[in-house]
């Protein structure tokens, strides 16, 4: 059962569901690691042998079709993990629809690929965007985006961090304590992904190394997620020092090649 509210309904009923879903949303989620940013239960996905399953009957180890990052071709990638999958749950969703009829249902802090833009929050959809959807060589046009509560959520994330839901190119992340864009989100999870790959591939741990979530969060990930600022400093910090590292490197190594550039240089006299 849903809550619909289409975008040519009135603003006062608008702003009372709006309310409704802010006042909800304090009591129920203390912390940004308890806010479901998922998918809806109802969106389906497809396999890289072409079957289109649900999202609910997905699991880690599954190969997924996405997009490359230009929405031009098809790539496989392989389900790592589910960042939260709770059944039960309603959630407030925005159901986006094309104007070639794909729709796409996600919660308001989740990224989809946009043209010209890269990956923006569905919250900040208008229907001036055009989303990438699979079997068309071109972006396609928003024709109308809904607001309407759902039961049930699923956030899987694949090794491309990216995936088609319903046919429209979508990213695996959202906006939380990981602060960044969707690039750097998918760094930021790489540690993830790695120990999969090595738990699955070297350690025989199979597709299950990380236990499915149920009806919550994954443990891991929520912690992760709760000291994010403290991961992003790292991450940058660590970025920055590779950065002055690889410099410095070149300088080096540009010193030797062409000492003559350096001769007059009060870098060369240190």
């Avoid at 997905?58 to 059944?87: N, P, Y």
């Avoid at 997620?225 to 991450?235: A, E, L, W």
């Amino acid at each position: 059962m849903s809550l619909y509210l289409g975008t040519s309904s009135a603003c006062c009923c608008q702003s009372s569901l709006e309310a409704t879903v802010l006042a909800t949303a304090e009591t129920t989620n203390a912390t940004d690691t308890t806010t479901p940013i998922c998918f809806s239960a109802d969106q389906h996905v497809t396999l890289a042998n072409g079957q289109v399953i649900s999202i609910q009957n997905l699991t880690a180890g599954d190969h997924v079709l996405t997009l490359s990052d230009d929405g031009k071709r098809f790539i496989a990638s392989e389900v790592a993990f589910f960042i939260h999958a709770e059944m039960n749950r309603t959630s407030l969703f925005y159901t986006v629809t094309t104007e070639s009829g794909q729709q796409i249902s996600v919660t308001p802090d989740h990224y989809i690929r946009v043209e010209n833009k890269g990956y923006i929050i569905a919250s900040q959809l208008t229907l001036n965007y055009s989303l990438f959807v699979a079997h068309l060589n071109r972006p396609v046009r928003i024709r109308s985006i809904e607001k309407e509560f759902k039961v049930g959520l699923f956030s899987p994330v694949t090794f491309a961090g990216t995936i088609l839901v319903n046919d429209v190119f979508a990213s695996c992340y959202c906006l939380n304590n990981l602060r960044g864009t969707h690039y750097e989100k998918h760094q930021l999870y790489a540690p993830f992904r790695l120990w999969y790959y090595v738990a699955k591939y070297y350690l025989g741990f199979g597709s299950e190394v990380y236990e499915m979530p149920r009806d919550n969060i994954h443990w891991a990930i929520g912690t992760y997620v709760h000291y994010g600022h403290y991961v992003v400093f790292i991450y940058r910090s660590l970025c920055a020092l590779f950065l002055v590292v690889l410099i410095e490197i070149f300088i080096r190594i540009s010193e030797t090649i062409h000492p003559i550039l350096f001769e007059h240089s009060s870098y060369y006299k240190r």
